[in-house]
């Protein structure tokens, strides 16, 4: 499966973006679906992940109750809708697929370009 993110940008803290990550090719309601971000000079981190069926989600704790993980299966879309956006959130995203639920990196075995958000103070 081929992915390709979307919708980064800048925006001013306490702002909103919804970021999306669109597939290629009619496997894609069989993967589950992460978003992971990495600022420069860290570690590419867990953000949130959606099962492939979209009735399970998780969330790293510094999101919670601020960015949301939905797909449409019909639509090959997965996204990731982010709301009150910190400084602190400022990163290159990335979408992820892979055929278990969960937080790591190498649970996924396909990924996405990136987009870069900038949120400033």
């Known amino acids: 499966v081929q992915l390709q993110a979307s919708g980064g940008g800048w925006v001013q803290a306490g702002g909103s973006l919804r970021l999306s990550c669109a597939a290629s090719?009619?496997?894609?309601?069989?993967?589950?679906m992460g978003w992971f971000r990495q600022a420069p000079g860290e570690e590419r981190e867990f953000v949130a992940a959606i099962s492939r069926s979209g009735y399970t989600t998780s969330y790293a704790d510094f999101v919670k109750g601020r960015f949301t993980i939905s797909r449409d299966n019909a639509k090959l879309t997965v996204y990731l809708q982010m709301n009150n956006l910190k400084p602190e959130d400022t990163a290159t995203y990335y979408c992820a697929a892979g055929l278990s639920l969960g937080s790591t990196v190498i649970t996924y075995g396909y990924w996405g370009q990136g987009t870069l958000v900038t949120v400033s103070s």
């Open positions: 090719g009619s496997t894609f309601r069989n993967y589950a």
